[in-house]
């Protein structure tokens, strides 16, 4: 069974009176697990990671590290003391220091005489031996970053925290080195908490998502349960594009809507807000061009197209294969393929 590594219990942060940064927040990290912190800029995911760190004071709440309590009331260890690695946004490596260098400063637990060789076995684990010798202006930014990891790890923490790693990076290198990086994250047996405002960086990365909107948490999942089924308004369009569309439940798990009867994820009454992620609506061409919805958009994107379909005077995003070929003003009958997401009940929505 696994353990947590890291327990934050209402750990809250205020830099100016009565605008907390981060309110209320508790999660935990288990043992071997990714966990990403994902949320918009200001959303106080950064200082969340910082409290962890030990680089801010927290003013209310308690952060729990290997079962030591590293913050609470009056208590605040050191982040030297924390026993945790830290991956910068702009890597901080020292200019002046070599790769292998860079990886042998913190290890001060390791005799002199052996910290070059046992540096050069980490470098190894994130395919930078052969740049050993370079200083950071010598190598791309996705060699900084692996590194920068090594340098992070080489201590052997059970925990490493990651703060936008790879937002210095172009779209390929990116995609690469996120591979590469979890890759070794995973064969080291280290927990990592990574702080990204990219949807598809934490879907591909993370074990499990905590959605933070405004300083709080508003959903935590795996990346198919936030993805699949948001609690909140916020949740189902943050992790990316949905249909919203109000109706008017009886108590079951039917309602009715302009563009048919739609099943929804549980029983709810009264007015409701639902969400439908555009992969799950299909479109098909209309016989009869009464009571249909009409092309108004079309993006090509290699593996699928995306249309935006003009219903009843609401605009919805229909997500299909490339196979499926429509052209604009073309009439279309649209049809829900999957159950639909309640997020919110008996709410005036705006």
Do not use: W
Not at 235 to 243: D, E, I, M, S, Y
Request: with cysteine; glycine share 8%; aromatic share 8%.
């Amino acid at each position: 069974m696994n353990t947590s590594i890291v327990e934050i219990k209402n750990i809250s942060k205020s830099f100016t009176k009565n605008n907390p940064v981060v309110n209320d927040v508790s999660f935990d990290v288990k043992s071997d697990e990714i966990f990403a912190l994902l949320g918009p800029s200001g959303c106080g995911k950064t200082t969340t990671l910082r409290l962890i760190a030990g680089f801010e004071y927290a003013d209310s709440g308690s952060i729990t590290i290997q079962n030591k309590i590293v913050e609470q009331d009056k208590i605040h260890v050191l982040p030297q003391e924390r026993g945790v690695g830290f991956v910068f946004q702009d890597y901080a490596l020292f200019p002046h220091m070599t790769a292998i260098q860079n990886v042998a400063f913190g290890l001060k637990d390791i005799p002199k005489n052996k910290r070059e060789v046992y540096a050069e076995e980490v470098l190894c684990r994130t395919g930078m031996e052969k740049y050993r010798d370079r200083t950071p202006d010598e190598l791309s930014g996705g060699q900084q970053q692996r590194v920068a990891l090594a340098r992070a790890i080489a201590p052997k923490p059970k925990l490493v925290l990651m703060d936008e790693p790879f937002s210095g990076l172009d779209a390929m290198l990116r995609d690469s080195t996120r591979k590469e990086v979890r890759a070794v994250v995973k064969k080291s047996g280290m927990s990592a908490i990574l702080v990204t405002h990219d949807q598809e960086e934490a879907l591909s990365f993370a074990d499990r998502i905590a959605v933070m909107n405004n300083g709080k948490i508003e959903q935590i999942g795996t990346p198919e349960e936030v993805y699949y089924q948001p609690k909140t308004q916020f949740v189902a369009q943050f992790l990316g594009r949905t249909n919203l569309f109000r109706a008017y439940a009886n108590g079951g798990k039917e309602v009715d809507t302009q563009f048919g009867e739609v099943l929804i994820n549980k029983n709810a009454e009264g007015l409701i807000l639902c969400s439908i992620r555009p992969e799950h609506l299909g479109i098909s061409k209309a016989e009869i061009e009464d009571d249909c919805g009409t092309i108004i958009g079309r993006e090509f994107r290699g593996h699928d197209i995306t249309y935006y379909v003009l219903f009843r005077g609401d605009r919805y995003i229909v997500h299909t294969d490339n196979r499926d070929i429509f052209e604009l003003d073309d009439k279309v009958i649209m049809k829900p393929l999957e159950k639909a997401i309640v997020l919110e009940q008996n709410k005036a929505i705006q």
